[in-house]
C-alpha cells in the first residue's frame, strides 16, 4: 500500500512542478490565455475564446479598457489601500464576480468546482450557469464558509424545471439569481461552425490529431467521469450535441419582462439582470425592482457591433445608479480594467474568460493565479491613481475618449 502511495505521489509531483513553472510565466491574463491556447484542443480553445460572427464587439469590449485613460492624484497618502466592496449587501474582497460560463469542464475536468473553490478563497462571488457541467448541489457542497453563490439562468420553454432549479438553488443557499436576458437566440459564432464544434467535445475521426497534439487534455478528459450538461432536461445530458441545436431545443425565444416578473415570484431574494444595452431597458429594469443590472453584450458572444459596456457604462450609471447596483461584464483583463469601470461608476466587474484562460493554463491553481493578480491588479493601481478605498474612484480619475 505504501510502495502505491509513493508511486503516485511521483507521478503527481512532476504535474505540480510543471504547473508551477507555467504560472511563474503568467505575469497576466494574456499570458494564461497564451498558455491555455497551447494546452486545449482548437476547437475547445475557439469556444472559449471566440466571438460573434467577425468578432468586432469581442475586440472593441477588450480595446474600449485600453483606450480609457487614467487622470491620476498625486500626494494622497496611499499607504493603506483597501480594495473591499460590497455587493448585494455583502462584503466582497474587491469588485470582482466570475461571471457564468457554460459547459466548464471542457477546460479541465473538475470544471466550477475548481472555480468556486477558488472565488471562495479570493472573496469574491461565483456565478453557476444553467449551462454548466456541475450541479447546483455539488458546487454549493465545496464551498467553504462564506463563499458566496449566485445561479444564473436561462428563460427555457419549460418553466417547471426552470422553478426546480431555481427552488434547488435557494435550498442550496445560493444568494442571488441572475437572469441572462441577451440569448434569445443563439448568436452566430463562426469559430465553432468552422470547426464543427460539438458538446460535449467527443474524440473522433474529425477530432483525433487535434487531440493527439494535446496528450495531457486528452487523458484528463478519457480518465474523468462523463461531461453532463447538470441542468439539462431530459436524458443525462450526456449526449453530444451542436450547441445551436441546444439552444434552440431549449430557450425560449419568447422571453419578455412578464418572466422577469414571474422569476420575481417564485425566488425571495436578489435578482441580477444580466444583458443590458442601453440606458432605456436599464431604466425598465429599475422600475421592475431588480438589486442589481449587468451591463453586457455576453462577451460579445451574441450580436456582433452591439454596445460596449464600459462605454454604456456612464450613461447607464447616471440614469439608474442612485437606485440599483451596476455591474460591468466584458472585456476585463487586468486589475486597472476594475478600476476604470469602477470609476466610471460600476459596484464591480464581472467577468468570464479570465477564469475560462486560467482553467486551460493550470486548473484550479490557476484561478487562484488569475484572481490574484486581478486583487493585485486592483490594488496597485488604486494607489497609482491616488485612492485608498474603491468610494474614492471616481470620474474624476478617468478619461474614456469618444469615437
Not at 99 to 119: K, N, Q, S, W
Not at 258 to 269: A, H, K, T, Y
Not at 312 to 320: C, G, Q, S, T
Not at 330 to 359: E, F, N, Q, W
Amino acid at each position: 500500500m505504501l510502495r502505491t502511495i509513493r508511486s503516485v505521489v511521483r507521478l503527481r509531483r512532476p504535474e505540480r512542478d510543471r504547473t508551477t513553472r507555467r504560472l511563474r510565466t503568467a505575469a497576466n491574463v494574456g499570458d494564461l490565455r497564451r498558455l491555455a491556447k497551447k494546452r486545449l484542443p482548437g476547437g475547445v480553445f475557439d469556444y472559449i475564446d471566440g466571438g460573434a460572427e467577425d468578432e468586432v464587439t469581442l475586440g472593441r469590449n477588450v480595446e474600449a479598457f485600453r483606450r480609457c485613460e487614467f487622470r491620476p492624484r498625486v500626494l494622497r497618502g496611499v499607504a493603506g489601500v483597501d480594495p473591499s466592496t460590497t455587493l448585494l449587501g455583502r462584503q466582497a474582497t474587491f469588485p470582482y464576480i466570475t461571471a457564468p460560463v457554460g459547459f466548464t469542464r471542457i477546460a479541465d475536468p473538475d470544471g466550477e468546482l475548481a472555480v468556486v473553490r477558488a472565488a471562495g478563497r479570493a472573496g469574491v462571488p461565483f456565478t453557476l450557469s444553467t449551462m454548466g457541467t456541475r450541479s447546483i448541489e455539488e458546487c454549493a457542497a465545496v464551498a467553504g464558509d462564506g463563499a458566496r453563490l449566485w445561479f444564473q439562468v436561462y428563460v427555457w420553454h419549460d418553466r417547471d424545471h426552470i422553478r426546480s432549479l431555481v427552488e434547488r438553488a435557494a435550498a442550496s443557499g445560493y444568494e442571488a439569481i441572475v437572469l441572462t436576458v441577451d440569448l434569445a437566440v443563439l448568436g452566430r459564432r463562426e469559430r465553432d461552425i468552422r470547426r464543427g464544434f460539438i458538446l460535449p467535445p467527443e474524440i473522433g475521426p474529425g477530432t483525433f490529431l487535434d487531440a493527439m497534439r494535446h496528450p495531457g487534455w486528452t487523458l484528463r478528459l478519457l480518465r474523468s467521469e462523463p461531461i453532463r450538461f447538470s441542468s439539462a432536461t431530459g436524458g443525462d445530458g450526456t449526449d453530444a450535441v451542436s450547441l445551436a441545436e441546444h439552444s434552440a431545443a431549449l430557450f425560449d425565444p419568447d422571453l419578455a419582462w412578464r418572466d422577469l416578473e414571474w422569476l420575481q415570484s417564485i425566488w425571495d431574494g436578489p435578482i441580477v439582470l444580466k444583458g443590458i444595452q442601453t440606458v432605456a431597458d436599464a431604466r425598465l429594469a429599475a422600475d421592475a425592482g431588480v438589486a442589481a443590472i449587468a451591463v453586457s453584450n455576453h462577451g460579445g458572444r451574441q450580436l456582433d457591433t452591439a454596445p460596449v459596456p464600459l462605454e454604456l457604462l456612464p450613461d447607464v450609471v447616471e440614469a439608474v445608479g442612485h437606485r440599483i447596483e451596476v455591474i460591468c461584464d466584458g472585456g476585463v483583463r487586468r486589475g486597472s480594467d476594475i478600476v476604470k469601470a469602477c470609476a466610471l461608476g460600476a459596484t464591480a466587474v464581472m467577468a468570464g474568460r479570465p477564469h475560462m484562460y486560467a482553467l486551460g493554463a493550470a486548473g484550479e491553481r490557476g484561478v487562484d493565479h488569475m484572481l490574484g493578480l486581478m486583487r493585485s491588479g486592483t490594488e496597485s493601481t488604486m494607489a497609482l491613481v491616488g485612492a485608498t478605498t474603491v468610494a474614492e474612484l471616481d470620474p474624476s480619475l478617468v478619461r474614456l475618449p469618444v469615437g
